[in-house]
Nanobody
């Protein structure tokens, strides 16, 4: 069983930055792929970024590539999402997800556990 708790969301002006954190419980965090997804009002949940268990492999959605950075600290059971040059279209609830060991994945079904989400609002 893995529990995930996101933090760091908030309101920021366009062009600004936010850093999200996801703290995981359980002893298996260091062996799991981790991902960030987001869901805007009236839209489906979509992939943002993912990272392998070691941190050696990362994937990004085209819409955030070059602006967002995913990283992890296995000693702290935490995964991060650094978001720079934020745009109003980045406004959404951001979810952290954990899946079995393996390469990062863009698919929602590749993840077993989900956090409760944290709101990110970017004003124009």
């Amino acid at each position: 069983q893995v529990q995930l708790v996101e933090s760091g969301g908030g309101l920021v002006q366009a062009g600004g930055s936010l850093s999200l954190s996801c703290a995981a419980s359980g002893r298996t965090f260091s062996s799991r792929r981790m991902g960030w997804f987001r869901q805007a009002p009236g839209k489906e949940r979509e992939f943002v970024a993912a990272i392998s268990w070691s941190g050696g492999s990362t994937y990004y959605a085209d819409s955030v590539k070059g602006r967002f950075t995913i990283s992890r600290d296995n000693a702290k059971n935490t995964v991060y999402l650094q978001m720079n040059s934020l745009k109003p279209e980045d406004t959404a609830v951001y979810y952290c997800a954990a899946g079995p060991t393996g390469l990062p994945s863009t698919r929602l079904t590749a993840y077993d556990y989900w956090g409760q989400g944290t709101q990110v609002t970017v004003s124009s």
